[in-house]
């Protein structure tokens, strides 16, 4: 079993910053690919980027692409989701998953292939 917990999310102007954490229980983090996911009123859960076991091979959404940066620290079974030149669409719960156990290299894209989700966290960017 694996508890995740968000943190870091709040109200920021656009053009501003702000860096989501993902602290991760158990012994396995380091063997799961993880992603960060957001769900904005009224919309469907979105993917918005993962990011390998090794902190290898991230994949972004063009919408967040050059703006959000994923990172890791395996040896604090953390993710991190950097996220600077907010924009009002990119309001939303934000939620991070933990993938399945894997010896692999891949960045999940699908909801599907994650077995783990925090609470979520509410990013809300003013215009």
């Known amino acids: 079993q694996v508890q995740l917990v968000e943190s870091g999310g709040g109200l920021v102007q656009a053009g501003g910053s702000l860096r989501l954490s993902c602290a991760a229980s158990?012994?396995?983090?380091?063997?799961?690919?993880m992603g960060w996911f957001r769900q904005a009123p009224g919309k469907g859960r979105e993917f918005v980027v993962s990011i390998s076991r090794s902190g290898h091979n991230p994949y972004y959404i063009d919408s967040v692409n050059g703006r959000f940066t994923i990172s890791r620290d395996n040896a604090k079974n953390t993710v991190y989701l950097q996220m600077n030149s907010l924009k009002p669409e990119d309001t939303a719960v934000y939620y991070c998953?933990?993938?399945?156990?894997?010896?692999?290299?891949?960045?999940?894209?699908?909801?599907?292939?994650?077995?783990?989700w925090g609470q979520g966290t509410q990013v809300t960017v003013s215009s």
């Open positions: 158990g012994r396995t983090f380091s063997s799961r690919a």
């Open positions: 998953a933990a993938g399945r156990t894997t010896t692999g290299w891949e960045s999940p894209t699908s909801e599907y292939e994650y077995d783990y």
